[in-house]
Protein backbone atom coordinates (compact mmCIF):
# COMPACT_ATOMS: atom_id res chain seq x y z
CA UNK A 1 0.00 0.00 0.00
CA UNK A 2 1.84 3.03 -1.03
CA UNK A 3 1.43 6.39 0.98
CA UNK A 4 -1.43 4.95 3.65
CA UNK A 5 -1.71 5.25 6.99
CA UNK A 6 -2.85 2.21 8.79
CA UNK A 7 -4.89 1.29 11.92
CA UNK A 8 -6.03 -1.75 13.56
CA UNK A 9 -7.51 -2.32 16.85
CA UNK A 10 -9.63 -4.73 18.92
CA UNK A 11 -12.26 -2.97 20.98
CA UNK A 12 -12.91 -3.48 24.45
CA UNK A 13 -16.54 -5.23 23.34
CA UNK A 14 -15.65 -8.08 21.72
CA UNK A 15 -15.37 -5.90 18.32
CA UNK A 16 -12.60 -5.60 15.90
CA UNK A 17 -11.94 -2.48 13.77
CA UNK A 18 -9.44 -1.83 10.83
CA UNK A 19 -8.87 2.01 8.83
CA UNK A 20 -6.83 2.77 6.33
CA UNK A 21 -6.38 5.82 4.26
CA UNK A 22 -5.01 6.14 0.95
CA UNK A 23 -3.63 8.59 -0.89
CA UNK A 24 -4.78 9.13 -4.49
CA UNK A 25 -1.66 8.53 -6.37
CA UNK A 26 0.14 5.26 -6.61
CA UNK A 27 -3.05 3.93 -5.36
CA UNK A 28 -4.45 0.61 -6.98
CA UNK A 29 -8.62 -0.71 -5.64
CA UNK A 30 -6.88 -4.06 -5.46
CA UNK A 31 -4.79 -2.63 -2.38
CA UNK A 32 -8.27 -1.73 -0.54
CA UNK A 33 -9.52 -5.24 -1.51
CA UNK A 34 -6.19 -7.05 0.08
CA UNK A 35 -6.16 -4.74 3.34
CA UNK A 36 -9.75 -5.75 3.52
CA UNK A 37 -9.18 -9.40 3.30
CA UNK A 38 -6.32 -8.95 5.49
CA UNK A 39 -8.10 -7.93 8.09
CA UNK A 40 -11.07 -10.27 7.32
CA UNK A 41 -9.06 -14.05 7.72
CA UNK A 42 -7.42 -12.94 10.92
CA UNK A 43 -4.10 -13.29 12.14
CA UNK A 44 -1.92 -16.43 10.63
CA UNK A 45 -1.37 -17.86 13.97
CA UNK A 46 -4.63 -18.09 14.51
CA UNK A 47 -5.35 -15.82 16.79
CA UNK A 48 -8.24 -14.51 15.02
CA UNK A 49 -11.23 -16.35 13.90
CA UNK A 50 -11.26 -16.88 10.22
CA UNK A 51 -15.16 -15.63 8.38
CA UNK A 52 -17.05 -17.40 6.32
CA UNK A 53 -15.80 -17.46 2.39
CA UNK A 54 -19.11 -16.08 1.24
CA UNK A 55 -18.35 -13.13 3.81
CA UNK A 56 -14.68 -12.50 2.80
CA UNK A 57 -16.12 -12.04 -1.24
CA UNK A 58 -18.63 -10.18 -0.39
CA UNK A 59 -17.04 -7.58 1.77
CA UNK A 60 -14.47 -7.94 -1.32
CA UNK A 61 -16.48 -6.92 -4.11
CA UNK A 62 -18.75 -4.32 -1.67
CA UNK A 63 -14.76 -2.75 -1.14
CA UNK A 64 -13.77 -2.69 -4.57
CA UNK A 65 -17.20 -0.85 -5.42
CA UNK A 66 -17.43 1.24 -2.92
CA UNK A 67 -13.52 2.47 -3.49
CA UNK A 68 -13.84 2.40 -7.11
CA UNK A 69 -16.76 5.44 -6.97
CA UNK A 70 -14.54 7.16 -5.01
CA UNK A 71 -11.92 7.10 -7.30
CA UNK A 72 -13.49 7.92 -9.95
CA UNK A 73 -16.22 10.46 -8.42
CA UNK A 74 -14.47 11.61 -5.26
CA UNK A 75 -12.06 14.18 -4.24
CA UNK A 76 -8.74 13.66 -1.62
CA UNK A 77 -7.83 10.82 0.09
CA UNK A 78 -9.61 8.01 0.54
CA UNK A 79 -10.01 6.54 4.00
CA UNK A 80 -11.49 2.87 4.09
CA UNK A 81 -12.69 1.46 7.67
CA UNK A 82 -14.26 -1.80 8.67
CA UNK A 83 -16.10 -2.94 12.04
CA UNK A 84 -15.98 -6.55 13.02
CA UNK A 85 -19.17 -6.52 15.62
CA UNK A 86 -21.79 -9.26 16.55
CA UNK A 87 -22.87 -10.73 13.68
CA UNK A 88 -22.64 -7.58 11.50
CA UNK A 89 -19.71 -6.36 9.51
CA UNK A 90 -19.41 -2.31 8.83
CA UNK A 91 -17.62 -1.18 5.49
CA UNK A 92 -17.17 2.19 5.70
CA UNK A 93 -15.30 4.64 2.72
CA UNK A 94 -14.84 8.53 3.19
CA UNK A 95 -13.88 10.96 0.20
CA UNK A 96 -13.38 14.60 0.14
CA UNK A 97 -16.01 14.73 -2.36
CA UNK A 98 -19.34 16.57 -1.62
CA UNK A 99 -21.53 14.86 -4.66
CA UNK A 100 -23.59 11.97 -3.03
CA UNK A 101 -24.29 8.97 -4.91
CA UNK A 102 -27.06 8.04 -6.88
CA UNK A 103 -28.61 4.77 -6.68
CA UNK A 104 -30.27 4.17 -9.97
CA UNK A 105 -33.17 1.74 -10.74
CA UNK A 106 -31.76 -1.62 -11.88
CA UNK A 107 -31.74 -1.67 -15.44
CA UNK A 108 -29.85 -5.10 -17.34
CA UNK A 109 -29.43 -2.87 -20.54
CA UNK A 110 -27.47 0.30 -18.62
CA UNK A 111 -23.80 -0.05 -19.02
CA UNK A 112 -21.98 0.73 -16.15
CA UNK A 113 -23.29 2.60 -12.86
CA UNK A 114 -24.46 -0.53 -11.52
CA UNK A 115 -21.83 -0.12 -8.15
CA UNK A 116 -24.41 0.93 -5.46
CA UNK A 117 -26.80 -1.71 -6.69
CA UNK A 118 -24.28 -4.52 -6.02
CA UNK A 119 -23.36 -2.90 -2.37
CA UNK A 120 -27.05 -2.70 -1.77
CA UNK A 121 -27.95 -6.48 -2.83
CA UNK A 122 -24.84 -7.64 -0.91
CA UNK A 123 -25.74 -5.75 1.97
CA UNK A 124 -28.16 -5.72 4.84
CA UNK A 125 -28.03 -1.55 4.24
CA UNK A 126 -26.15 0.86 2.77
CA UNK A 127 -26.20 4.64 4.12
CA UNK A 128 -24.85 7.62 2.60
CA UNK A 129 -23.94 10.70 4.99
CA UNK A 130 -22.67 14.10 3.47
CA UNK A 131 -19.89 15.03 6.30
CA UNK A 132 -18.43 18.00 6.84
CA UNK A 133 -15.13 17.05 4.65
CA UNK A 134 -17.01 15.13 2.00
CA UNK A 135 -19.29 12.03 2.21
CA UNK A 136 -19.16 8.61 4.00
CA UNK A 137 -20.87 5.77 2.85
CA UNK A 138 -21.60 2.83 4.94
CA UNK A 139 -22.53 -0.53 4.12
CA UNK A 140 -23.74 -3.29 6.56
CA UNK A 141 -22.69 -6.92 5.50
CA UNK A 142 -24.68 -9.81 7.73
CA UNK A 143 -22.19 -12.77 9.31
CA UNK A 144 -25.35 -14.98 9.86
CA UNK A 145 -26.54 -15.42 6.31
CA UNK A 146 -26.65 -19.19 5.59
CA UNK A 147 -23.77 -20.73 4.50
CA UNK A 148 -24.00 -22.01 0.68
CA UNK A 149 -23.17 -25.54 0.25
CA UNK A 150 -19.70 -26.30 -0.07
CA UNK A 151 -18.47 -22.61 2.08
CA UNK A 152 -15.69 -22.96 4.20
CA UNK A 153 -13.68 -20.42 6.22
CA UNK A 154 -10.80 -18.76 4.85
CA UNK A 155 -7.16 -19.32 6.21
CA UNK A 156 -5.14 -16.32 6.30
CA UNK A 157 -2.32 -17.94 3.76
CA UNK A 158 -5.39 -18.27 1.26
CA UNK A 159 -7.15 -16.62 -1.63
CA UNK A 160 -10.93 -16.93 -1.57
CA UNK A 161 -12.29 -19.47 -3.85
CA UNK A 162 -13.94 -18.08 -6.88
CA UNK A 163 -17.83 -18.93 -7.32
Do not use: C
Not at 60 to 72: F, G, H, I, M
Not at 95 to 100: I, P, Q, V
Amino acid sequence: MNDSRLRQAPAGDGSRAFSVTFERHGFRIADARDAARRFLVGSPDGGEPALPVHVVEATQLVVSELVTNAVKYGSGPMELSLLLAGDTLSVTVRDGGATLPRHWSADPRRVGRHGLEIVAALSQDVEVRREPTGKRITARISLDEPVLAGSRAVQPDEQPMSR
